[in-house]
Nanobody, 122 residues
Framework: VQLQASGGGLVQAGGSLRLSCAASGLTFSIYTMGWFRQAPGKQRELVAGIDRESITHYAGSVKGRFTISRDNAKSAVYLQMNSLIPEDTAVYYC?????????????????WGQGTLVTVSS
């Protein structure tokens, strides 16, 4: 299984980025997909999840600003991030789980990508 995250970069506060995660080696449509982030000195936290029925869940800190979506035909999951703030600065990881719950915790994800760095300047 491979999860390849991309799309990170440096952006000013108020700007937007779109992260992509390309999956291979798994039957993508049956997996719940999640985006997590880890800032320096902090624990990895769930940002957004989308289950196999495309039901979504968002962390309170990003609700209304971020949108997770999936394209099963392309085996890809996306994270559209708008109105970025410096507190969004972190390494962002995509992950996959066979548990069909969009809000499930980190421990239920068993496949992880390598991460992509997002830096938001003030």
């Amino acid at each position: 299984v491979q999860l390849q995250a991309s799309g990170g970069g440096l952006v000013q506060a108020g700007g937007s980025l779109r992260l992509s995660c390309a999956a291979s080696g798994l039957t993508f449509s049956i997996y719940t997909m999640g985006w997590f982030r880890q800032a320096p000195g902090k624990q990895r936290e769930l940002v957004a999840g989308i289950d196999r029925e495309s039901i979504t869940h968002y962390a309170g800190s990003v609700k209304g600003r971020f949108t997770i979506s999936r394209d099963n035909a392309k085996s890809a999951v996306y994270l559209q991030m708008n109105s970025l703030i410096p507190e969004d600065t972190a390494v962002y990881y995509c992950a996959a789980s066979l548990w069909n719950t969009a809000s499930q915790p980190r421990e239920r994800y068993h496949e992880w990508g390598q991460g992509t760095l997002v830096t938001v300047s003030s």
